[in-house]
């Protein structure tokens, strides 16, 4: 199928980025908004982290965007390290002076910490913290909070796949802990002091994996600040293909299915067992579908496909 460029010129990628401690993640995307050409097709991210936090962010160009939640279901690592004794408004250290609460801490053994740790593996109802980008009637939890409002959620069943911990010394406890989408490492670790008879705060919170993807070859941020900087090898050396973004399993079609597909119309697929798949064709990914009953459907489509690789020929019609 001939690829039909209208709008933004590429299809779908995404790229990891090893965010620093400091900025939003929507500092990370002005970044790569201020560094691309314009027509590359919108920028957006696969689940923000907090300023104070570091660590794996994904961003998606082009339609890779409608797939956020599709990578919000799937499974995150963090390697967090907390202090008990204190009682933050926030649940961490980043937060205003004299805000913070020194509370007394129960004699603890490497022992007692490990074992509490454990016992939240499982199903765990949790309430997102007051600073947080859950919303309420519209507008996120931290805005009411800054306002003098805070709102009380109520608890969400979340769920903890695997802790480990790494290192207990004085009143500081590191850990590694897997966990379902939408869970606040925040909110644990005050959960795990206020089991432990005290109340916690992190100091750090770095994210290493995501929905399978690892830091591996992740971007460092200064790579837009360096003079010699290139969009071009920055396309090359970076952008991945979206197939590798969430392990769908991986559909080929014919030509003419391959029209249908794209053209939005149902096809027949009775071999198939129901599940989503990548929509392939003539080594380019039509978008994501779902078979149901036989019947293949378009959940996401692309246009124009994606390749697996970027296509630097076209870059000559790009805004620099």
Same mark, same amino acid.
């Given at each position: 199928?001939?690829?039909?460029?209208? *709008?933004?010129?590429? =299809?779908?990628?995404?790229?990891?980025?090893?965010?620093?401690? =400091?900025?939003?993640?929507?500092?990370? &995307?002005?970044?790569?908004?201020?560094?691309?050409?314009?027509? &590359?097709?919108?920028?957006? $991210?696969?689940?923000?982290?907090?300023?104070?936090?570091?660590?794996?962010?994904?961003? *998606?160009?082009?339609?890779?965007?409608?797939?956020?939640?599709?990578?919000?279901?799937?499974?995150?690592?963090?390697?967090? @390290?907390?202090?008990?004794?204190?009682?933050?408004?926030? +649940? #961490?250290? %980043?937060?205003? %002076?004299?805000?913070?609460?020194?509370?007394?801490?129960?004699?603890?053994?490497?022992?007692?910490?490990?074992?509490?740790?454990?016992?939240?593996?499982?199903?765990?109802?949790?309430?997102?913290?007051?600073?947080?980008?859950?919303?309420?009637?519209?507008?996120?939890? $931290?805005?009411?909070?800054?306002?003098? &409002?805070?709102?009380?959620?109520?608890?969400?069943?979340? $769920?903890?796949?695997?802790?480990?911990?790494? @290192?207990?010394? =004085?009143?500081?406890?590191?850990?590694?802990? @897997?966990?379902? @989408?939408?869970?606040?490492?925040?909110?644990?670790?005050?959960? !795990?002091?206020?089991?432990? +008879?005290?109340?916690?705060?992190?100091?750090?919170?770095?994210?290493?994996?995501?929905?399978?993807?690892?830091? %591996?070859?992740?971007?460092?941020? #200064?790579?837009? /600040?360096?003079?010699?900087?290139?969009?071009?090898?920055?396309?090359?050396?970076?952008?991945?293909?979206?197939?590798?973004?969430?392990?769908?399993?991986?559909?080929?079609?014919?030509?003419?299915?391959?029209?249908?597909?794209? /053209?939005?119309?149902?096809?027949?697929?009775?071999?198939?067992?129901?599940? !989503?798949?990548?929509?392939?064709?003539?080594?380019?990914?039509? *978008?994501?579908?779902?078979?149901?009953? =036989?019947?293949?459907?378009?959940?996401? +489509?692309?246009?124009?496909?994606?390749?697996?690789?970027?296509?630097?020929?076209?870059? /000559?019609? !790009?805004?620099?």
């Amino acid at each position: 199928m001939a690829r039909k460029f209208k *709008g933004p010129i590429f =299809g779908p990628f995404f790229f990891k980025v090893d965010k620093p401690k =400091g900025i939003t993640s929507f500092d990370v &995307i002005r970044q790569f908004k201020r560094k691309l050409p314009k027509n &590359i097709g919108k920028i957006g $991210h696969f689940g923000t982290l907090d300023p104070f936090a570091t660590g794996l962010m994904v961003i *998606g160009i082009g339609p890779a965007t409608r797939l956020n939640q599709y990578t919000q279901v799937s499974t995150k690592e963090y390697i967090a @390290s907390g202090r008990l004794g204190f009682l933050s408004p926030t +649940g #961490d250290f %980043d937060t205003e %002076d004299g805000t913070m609460e020194r509370v007394e801490i129960p004699p603890l053994s490497y022992e007692n910490v490990k074992d509490a740790l454990e016992s939240f593996v499982g199903p765990y109802m949790q309430s997102p913290p007051a600073f947080s980008a859950t919303k309420h009637e519209g507008k996120p939890l $931290h805005e009411w909070a800054r306002e003098g &409002i805070i709102i009380e959620k109520p608890p969400v069943e979340r $769920h903890i796949h695997d802790i480990e911990l790494l @290192s207990f010394e =004085g009143d500081t406890v590191i850990f590694r802990v @897997s966990v379902s @989408s939408g869970t606040y490492i925040r909110v644990l670790f005050d959960d !795990l002091a206020i089991k432990l +008879g005290t109340r916690g705060a992190l100091e750090e919170l770095r994210r290493t994996n995501s929905a399978g993807i690892d830091l %591996d070859g992740s971007i460092k941020l #200064d790579i837009f /600040n360096d003079d010699d900087f290139d969009f071009r090898e920055f396309l090359l050396n970076h952008a991945q293909p979206i197939t590798d973004l969430i392990n769908f399993q991986l559909l080929e079609l014919d030509d003419k299915d391959a029209l249908s597909f794209a /053209n939005g119309m149902t096809i027949k697929r009775e071999n198939e067992t129901d599940g !989503l798949y990548w929509v392939r064709s003539n080594n380019q990914t039509l *978008g994501l579908g779902a078979i149901d009953e =036989g019947k293949l459907k378009v959940k996401v +489509g692309f246009s124009p496909a994606a390749l697996d690789k970027i296509d630097l020929t076209i870059c /000559n019609s !790009l805004d620099e």
